[in-house]
Structure formats: C-alpha cells, structure tokens
C-alpha cells in the first residue's frame, strides 16, 4: 500500500470524527457528501422534492422548462477556497494548529503523474479534490 493512500485514509477518518462534528449543523443540512445515510440519489430526490413543492405552494411560481446541471453534484474545491473557507468558519480556532498546518500542507504543492510500462508522464499540479 502506498503512503498516499494510508495518508488518504489517515485524512477521511480524521474529517468524519472531528472536522464534521465541528462545524455548525446549518452548514451540513444539505450536505450529502460522506453521510452513510445520504447519497447522490437521496440529493436529486430532495432537490426533485423541494422544486415540486415551490411550484405547488407559491402562486407566483410558474415553470415552462426547467434545465439543471446537476454536475456540481460532484464537483470539486479548490484546495486554496477550502482554506480559506476554514478560516472563516472559525475551524482554526476550534483546532490544534499543528492540524490546520498539517491539513494545508497536504493538499498544498501536490501532483499526480501517470506510470505505465511505456513510462511516466508529466507531473501535473493538483489544486482541486472532489467534495
């Protein structure tokens, strides 16, 4: 096994038991991300429901077509914006420092290449994870 992936598992279970019970229970309502009870079906239900319902309630709501992209469903952050939303939602305060700096270093500066047995490509630059 890798050293990436034990880091990665390591990283996983260090979000789920500590990084998610700190934040505040309004920014995960309508998460559905890294919930055992939650999945990408579960958000396309929910989203399907609460349209219905707006256009059912609301007598000023009429819908001739609706398109939607649903490929933010698996979207990507970039690691910089993830940092700075952690500051912001005061995550540094609630954690030991050597965490936070440990967190930053580890999705900072990283790449990624491809090893065949025809070779090795370039290293590229990872900037973003999936959420």
């Given at each position: 096994?890798?050293?990436?992936?034990?880091?990665?598992s390591?990283?996983?279970?260090?979000?789920?038991?500590?990084?998610?019970?700190?934040?505040?229970?309004?920014?995960?309502?309508?998460?559905?991300a890294?919930w055992?009870?939650?999945?990408?079906?579960?958000a396309?239900?929910s989203?399907?429901?609460?349209?219905?319902?707006?256009?059912?309630?609301?007598?000023?709501?009429?819908c001739?077509?609706?398109?939607?992209?649903?490929?933010?469903?698996?979207?990507?952050?970039?690691h910089l914006?993830?940092l700075?939303?952690?500051?912001?939602?005061?995550?540094?305060?609630?954690?030991?420092?050597?965490?936070?700096t440990?967190?930053?270093?580890?999705?900072?500066?990283?790449?990624?290449?491809?090893?065949?047995?025809?070779?090795?490509?370039?290293?590229?630059?990872?900037?973003?994870?999936?959420?």
């Amino acid at each position: 096994m890798s050293k990436t992936v034990t880091i990665t598992s390591f990283f996983i279970l260090f979000v789920r038991d500590y990084f998610f019970p700190s934040l505040p229970n309004e920014i995960l309502a309508n998460q559905f991300a890294f919930w055992p009870t939650r999945s990408t079906t579960a958000a396309l239900i929910s989203f399907t429901h609460n349209v219905a319902e707006l256009l059912e309630e609301s007598p000023y709501m009429r819908c001739v077509g609706l398109m939607v992209d649903f490929s933010r469903a698996f979207d990507t952050v970039p690691h910089l914006l993830l940092l700075q939303k952690l500051q912001r939602y005061g995550v540094h305060d609630q954690w030991p420092s050597y965490i936070v700096t440990w967190l930053a270093n580890f999705i900072t500066d990283r790449t990624q290449a491809v090893v065949t047995h025809a070779g090795t490509s370039i290293k590229l630059a990872i900037t973003r994870s999936i959420v």
